[in-house]
């Protein structure tokens, strides 16, 4: 018969902690509403935002990618996560087709079509 609250194995009283039983880290964050920051997006969120870190602490990037290098301002910041907005430094290491200006492609195309008249006078 019990009357009080209820006990777990250890004695210790049920005091509702949840899923995970742990609680958020207490202590000051890293980031702060309103300032701005320099990161590098290393992964994607399921809801496709970028995700940063500044001493570990997880910042949800609106609209950044994956390899990319920004400055953040941070919107919002939680005991768990902050969100942050870009405000500019967008840079990412571009893949082969984005790096070939205007000038490379012709430059490519005149040397191919050079090369083909050399083997017509060899033949």
Do not use: C, H, W
């Not at 870190?53 to 910042?59: A, R, S, T």
């Not at 012709?106 to 090369?115: I, K, L, V």
């Amino acid at each position: 018969m019990s009357y009080g609250r209820s006990r777990d194995s250890r004695g210790n009283g049920n005091r509702g902690l949840g899923f995970g039983g742990g609680r958020p880290p207490m202590g000051p964050k890293p980031v702060e509403v309103g300032k701005e920051y320099d990161v590098e997006v290393t992964e994607l969120s399921r809801r496709g935002d970028g995700v940063a870190k500044v001493q570990g602490f997880v910042i949800f990037v609106q609209g950044a990618k994956v390899g990319q290098k920004v400055k953040i301002k941070v919107d919002r910041v939680g005991p768990r996560f902050a969100s942050a907005s870009v405000v500019g430094g967008a840079t990412s290491s571009p893949a082969p087709s984005e790096g070939m200006t205007e000038q490379t492609a012709s430059e490519e195309s005149s040397e191919s079509s050079g090369d083909s008249g050399a083997a017509d006078e060899q033949a």
